[in-house]
Structure formats: C-alpha cells, structure tokens
C-alpha cells in the first residue's frame, strides 16, 4: 500500500518537474532523493516508459559524454492532468493538513 502511494507521489513529482524544464533519470533520482525517496533505476525508467505510453510526457534522446540520454518533457495531456491534479492536491491538504 506504501509503495503505490510512494509511486504516485512520485509521478507527481515527475509531471511536476517535466513541466517546469525537461527532466532526465539521473537528475530525478537526485530530485526525489532530496525528498526522500529511495528508488532504483529498474522502478524509475519503467514508470517514466509509461508515463510516456499514458501520452503524460514526450522524450527526446541526446548524446551526453558519449551516452544516449532520455530527455523527457510534459506534452499538453501532462500539462492538462498537472492542472486537474493540482486542484485534487489542494483539495486534500485543505482537509489532511489544516483539517478543514
Ligand atoms: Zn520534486
């Protein structure tokens, strides 16, 4: 129960984060490192591969010191979900944290 609710805080993060600047799997490892999150790479790039199929983010690879890199972006769908999901966001931290 933890881990998927662990896994949708982080795929809010993720569409969070790909909407403010593309994002790539090592710099999201850092980003939910810093909020806790201990996840390894087998979890992260199969979640970011399905966010993908969901059409929530686009990727385009790149080369970086001779390795391909993902670089992954919200498309309008993503964009689209953020909003719905910020307003569900804010919904349940009016009731869960000031208890409203
Ligand atoms: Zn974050």
């Not at 810093?34 to 983010?57: C, E, I, N, Q």
């Not at 999901?85 to 804010?90: C, G, L, S, T």
């Amino acid at each position: 129960m933890m881990r998927e609710i662990d896994l949708a805080f982080i795929k809010l993060h993720i569409l969070y984060h790909a909407a403010t600047d593309e994002v790539y799997g090592v710099g999201l490892m850092e980003e939910l490192g810093r909020h806790g999150y201990r996840l390894s790479f087998g979890t992260l790039y199969p979640t970011l591969a399905k966010m993908v199929r969901m059409g929530l983010l686009s990727f385009e690879t790149r080369i970086v010191n001779h390795k391909q890199r993902k670089y992954y972006r919200i498309t309008p769908v993503g964009l689209k979900e953020l909003e719905k999901v910020r307003a569900k966001i804010k919904e349940l931290y009016e009731e869960v944290i000031e208890d409203k």
